[in-house]
C-alpha cells in the first residue's frame, strides 16, 4: 500500500486560488494512478479528479472542470491539485487516495489508500 499525507489547505477567498500537495511514500506510487476527492459537512465523499500513473491522461468532475488542474511529479513522490477560482461551494475536507486502476475512477471504492485529508474553507 501506498502511505498518503495531504497539506496545503487552508482560508481562502473567493476567486481565489489554493494548491494542493499529497506526498507518498512506498514503492507502488509510480505505478499508481491517484485521485482527490473532497467531503462536504453532511453530505457523502465525491470525486474532484484523477490522474493516472504515468501523469498523461486526467479526467475532472464537471464541477470543478476548467477550475481545478491535477498533476504529479513522480521523482518527488507527490500529486498536486491546483484549485483556481474558488467557490464557497468548493469548501471541503479534500483527500488523496490510491488505486491500481490504470486510468483511475470515478468511485471512492476503487481506491485502496487514504491520506487523512486537509480542509479548505472558501469564504469572505
Known amino acids: 500500500q501506498v502511505q498518503l499525507v495531504e497539506s496545503g489547505g487552508g482560508l481562502v477567498q473567493p476567486g481565489g486560488s489554493l494548491r494542493l500537495s499529497c506526498a507518498a511514500s512506498?514503492?507502488?506510487?509510480?505505478?499508481?494512478?491517484m485521485g482527490w476527492f473532497r467531503q462536504a459537512p453532511g453530505k457523502e465523499r465525491e470525486f474532484v479528479a484523477t490522474?493516472?500513473?504515468?501523469?498523461?491522461?486526467?479526467y475532472y468532475a464537471d464541477s470543478v472542470k476548467g477550475r481545478f488542474i491535477i498533476s504529479r511529479d513522480n521523482a518527488k513522490n507527490t500529486v498536486y491539485l491546483q484549485m483556481n477560482s474558488l467557490k464557497c461551494e468548493d469548501t471541503a475536507v479534500y483527500y488523496c487516495?490510491?488505486?491500481?486502476?490504470?486510468?483511475?475512477?470515478?468511485?471512492?471504492?476503487?481506491?485502496?489508500?487514504w491520506g487523512q485529508g486537509t480542509q479548505v474553507t472558501v469564504s469572505s
Open positions: 487516495a490510491a488505486t491500481r486502476i490504470p486510468s483511475g475512477s470515478y468511485f471512492n471504492s476503487a481506491y485502496e489508500s
Open positions: 490522474i493516472d500513473w504515468s501523469g498523461g491522461y486526467a
Open positions: 512506498g514503492r507502488t506510487f509510480s505505478s499508481s494512478s
